[in-house]
């Protein structure tokens, strides 16, 4: 049905809790069993510690690499000690809010953009990386 609804070129692997779709443009995986930060990112991104990983998405296309790792029982201060972490890495600051218990930040380097998501114990780190 997937392969359907993305066309015929599309190739679809699933795999109990693992999907693959495979296309001319790129490939898209994701992995609800993926229980650490993925080791395809660069070590020049510092990696999220705060709380345990429970998903792992992975877009690689012609012009960048993406992560999206998902993040349950993460403590109130993950977003500011994250954005410490950042810093130190020579990462820029280029949005920051929060709200409550929680915020949304995005920051840069280089070829690198990062974005996470954080609210009641669980946060979504984003990580993109062009080639």
Known sequence: ?????????????????KMTIETDEG????????KEWPK??????????KGNVTTVTTQEMDKSNNWVII???VPENALDDYQTKLK???FTIVFNTSAGMGGHMAAEKDNYNIVIMAAEGDATVTVGVKK
Request: charged share 40%.
């Open 1 to 17: 049905m997937i392969e359907k609804s993305i066309g015929d070129d599309a190739t679809v692997d699933i795999d109990d809790e």
């Open 71 to 73: 993040f349950g029982d």
């Open 88 to 90: 130190g890495e020579g």
């Open 27 to 34: 490939k898209f995986t994701t992995d609800a069993k993926a």
């Open 40 to 49: 395809e990112i660069p070590n020049d991104v510092p990696k999220f510690t």
